[in-house]
C-alpha cells in the first residue's frame, strides 16, 4: 500500500487475497532458452508473469501487488518457473527463502512442519536507524508516489534490440585474478583497507570488459576523449549480520546498503584496469563496514549488479534435481548485470549480461582475449 505523503507504504493482507499463478505452453526450443550464448531478450519475456493491475483507493492510495507466479510447459522437455515480485516488499535474500520454503513444502507433500526452524522474521521493529535514513528515504518516496506514471517510459522500448547471454568464469581464473590483485595490494601503504574476493574481482573483471565494449563502439561514433570522465559501480552490500544491532537471516525485507564506487576512464582503459577497478570495488566494501554514506549524484555512466552467487539460486530443488538455468529478466531494462553460483558447482561465478548487439560483439571478445591473458 502506498498512501500520499505523510504516509509511510506498508503491507497490507486480507483473508481471500492470493498470489497469481498461470500456467502455460510453449513450443520454444528449450534447449535454445536456456543456452548461454547471445539470444534476443524479448526470448525469455513470454516465461515471465506479469504482475495484476494495480489500483488506486479513495483516498489516494497506490495498490500495488506483491507477487505473480507462472509455470510454462515445454512438452516432453521441462518446465520454466518464472516469477515476478516487487522489490520494495523484499530483497534477493528474502526472495529466495521464499522458494526454498516453497519447495520444502512440496518435496514433504505439503507438510508445514518443515518450516518451523526458518519461518520469516518480519518484525520491522529490529532495524535500528539512529542516522535518520528513512526520512531522506521517504522524501524520495514521497517525490516517487506524487509524480508517479509520468513520463514513463515503456519497458519494452528500454529492451529494444539487446541480446542477452551469459558467462561462466572459472574458480582457476577467478583465483588467478585474486592472486593478480592480492599481489598489488600487499605492495600498498595499508592492505587493511582491500576486500578482495571471488565477488570483487568478478565484478571488476566484467565491469572493466563492458565499459571497454561500449568505448569500443561509442569511439567509431564519436571523437570525444574524456579521459577524467567518471564511470560507476553500484553493488547491494547485505547488513544481516554486519550492523551493531541484531538481524536474523531469516529477516523478511530489504537489509541492504547501496555500494558505490567511481573510477576514472582513463585508468579503466589503461592496462591495470582490472586491478584499478579491483581495488575500488574491494575499497568501496570495505568502507561500507564502518561508513553510512549516501549517494548523492551519479551520471548515466554506471552499472549495476542483480543477485549474488550467495543467493546459491542453484540450490532451488523441488525434487528435480538442479535448474538447468536461473535467469534474471529486469536486466534487459535497467543494464545491470546480474550474478550467480553456477550450476555445475565447480565454476566460481555465473554472469548474465543484456547489451546491443554490437556493444555484445565487443564484450564477447574482451572476455574472452582478457582471459587468455590470465
Not at 506483491?66 to 512438452?75: G, H, N, S, Y
Amino acid at each position: 500500500m502506498c498512501p500520499q505523503p505523510p504516509g509511510k507504504p506498508y503491507i497490507h493482507y486480507m483473508e481471500g487475497d492470493f498470489v497469481a499463478f498461470t500456467v502455460a505452453e510453449s513450443a520454444a526450443d528449450f534447449n535454445h532458452v536456456i543456452a548461454n550464448y547471445p539470444r534476443p531478450v524479448n526470448l525469455l519475456h513470454p516465461f515471465v508473469p506479469q504482475l495484476p493491475s494495480e489500483h488506486v483507493t479513495e483516498d489516494g492510495s497506490r495498490v500495488l501487488p506483491i507477487l505473480a507466479f507462472q509455470v510454462t510447459v515445454f512438452p516432453n522437455f521441462g518446465i520454466c518457473i518464472g516469477s515476478t515480485y516487487c522489490h520494495a516488499v523484499g530483497d534477493g535474500k528474502s526472495f529466495m527463502h521464499l522458494m526454498r520454503s516453497w519447495t520444502s513444502v512440496y518435496r514433504s507433500g505439503g507438510d508445514l512442519t518443515c518450516l518451523e526452524n526458518s519461518l520469516p522474521f518480519i518484525k520491522k521493529d529490529i532495524i535500528k536507524d539512529p542516522g535518520g535514513i528513512e526520512l531522506v528515504l521517504l522524501k524520495d518516496y514521497w517525490d516517487w508516489i506524487s509524480t508517479s506514471g509520468e513520463n514513463s517510459a515503456s519497458t519494452q522500448d528500454l529492451a529494444a534490440d539487446k541480446v542477452r547471454a551469459t558467462f561462466v568464469l572459472s574458480r582457476a581464473h577467478a583465483e588467478k585474478l585474486k592472486h593478480l590483485v592480492t599481489a598489488q595490494c600487499r605492495s600498498s601503504v595499508d592492505t587493511e583497507q582491500y576486500h578482495i574476493s571471488t565477488f570483487v574481482v568478478t565484478c571488476a573483471y566484467i565491469w572493466v570488459c563492458l565499459i571497454k565494449s561500449k568505448e569500443s563502439v561509442a569511439n567509431s561514433l564519436s571523437h570525444d576523449n574524456g579521459d577524467d570522465e567518471l564511470y560507476y559501480f553500484l553493488c547491494p552490500y547485505d547488513c544481516r549480520n554486519r550492523l551493531e544491532f541484531w538481524v536474523p537471516t531469516t529477516y523478511l525485507g530489504n537489509c541492504l546498503k547501496p555500494c558505490a564506487i567511481e573510477i576514472k576512464k582513463r585508468e579503466v582503459l589503461g592496462e591495470s584496469g582490472i586491478i584499478l577497478a579491483a581495488k575500488a570495488i574491494g575499497k568501496g566494501i570495505k568502507e561500507m563496514e564502518r561508513s553510512d554514506k549516501r549517494i548523492e549524484t551519479m551520471t548515466r555512466s554506471f552499472t549495476a549488479v542483480a543477485g549474488s552467487p550467495k543467493l546459491q539460486v542453484y540450490e532451488t530443488n523441488f525434487g528435480w534435481g538442479r535448474p538447468c538455468k536461473v535467469e534474471l529478466t529486469h536486466i534487459d531494462y535497467d543494464g545491470a548485470i546480474s550474478l550467480a553460483d553456477c550450476r555445475d558447482g565447480e565454476s566460481a561465478v555465473e554472469v548474465g549480461v543484456a547489451l546491443n548487439k554490437n556493444e555484445m560483439d565487443e564484450f564477447l571478445t574482451n572476455f574472452e582475449q582478457t582471459l587468455k591473458l590470465l
